[in-house]
């Protein structure tokens, strides 16, 4: 158990659709940042929020977005879904703003499973 | 930019010992390790910052070497429940004030114990 959430666990769009997937962070933790991560290969980033601003951004295209709230809890927005989009997203929330400063550790939740058809 | 991990699999039986080794081509400030297990979040082993200090979690520990950009995980006497996909997760210097950088995950080295 690590304290963090992800919901749904599993969801399947069609393409062109739009998504929308939620994680709730440990109460506390400023950071949260989200990854998507294809079958055998490790998790790529997709950005990073700090106290409810972008903190950092990966090589993903503008149709991914999210938001960060006040009461730990975040989304990541797809829009006009590809195939390719098929994968596991995974958030994890740390303490401090990035992962380096004050020998953070980033607590991982057990992810959603997006397949696109 | 994405780590290197060697081997990519490793099959152990109980009580052999493994290393996993992590290479990036940038100055590195820290190495995290993660274990996933299958349909399972990532989870935490250990953080090395720069400085080359070793860590020991249990029976598993790690080693970065700041002037080469690389660190090794060690396990030793390996247990059935070590089983899973050990990934590393490298962290660049920061570039600006804004925040350290994004950690960038290798593409990981699946470990099989059998008993």
């Known amino acids: 158990e690590t304290g963090v959430t992800q919901s749904p666990t599993h969801l399947i769009k069609t393409r062109g659709q739009q998504v929308t997937l939620r994680c709730s962070s440990q109460s506390g933790h400023n950071t949260v940042s989200w990854y998507q991560q294809a079958l055998g290969q490790g998790p790529q980033f997709i950005f990073q929020?700090?106290?409810?601003?972008?903190?950092g951004r990966g090589n993903f295209p503008p149709r991914f977005s999210g938001l960060q709230f006040p009461n730990y809890s975040s989304e990541l927005n797809v829009n006009a879904l590809e195939l390719d989009d098929s994968a596991l997203y995974l958030c994890?929330?740390?303490?401090?703003?990035?992962f380096g400063s004050g020998n953070t550790e980033a607590f991982f939740g057990q992810g959603t499973r997006l397949t696109v058809v | 930019q994405q780590p290197v991990q060697s081997p990519q699999a490793v099959i152990l039986r109980e009580g052999e010992d493994a290393v996993i080794n992590c290479s990036s081509s940038k100055a590195l400030y820290s190495v995290h390790w993660y274990r996933q297990k299958h349909g399972e979040a990532p989870v935490f082993l250990m953080i090395l910052l720069k400085g080359g200090e070793q860590k020991g979690h249990e029976k598993i520990s790690a080693s970065f070497n700041e002037k080469k950009q690389q660190s090794s995980l060690y396990l030793t006497a390996s247990q059935l429940s070590y089983s899973g996909t050990y990934f590393c997760g490298t962290e660049g210097l920061a570039t600006s004030n804004f925040g350290n950088e994004k950690l960038t995950f290798g593409t990981g080295t699946r470990l099989t114990i059998i008993p």
């Open positions: 929020y700090y106290r409810e601003e972008e903190n």
């Open positions: 994890a929330s740390s303490l401090d703003r990035g």
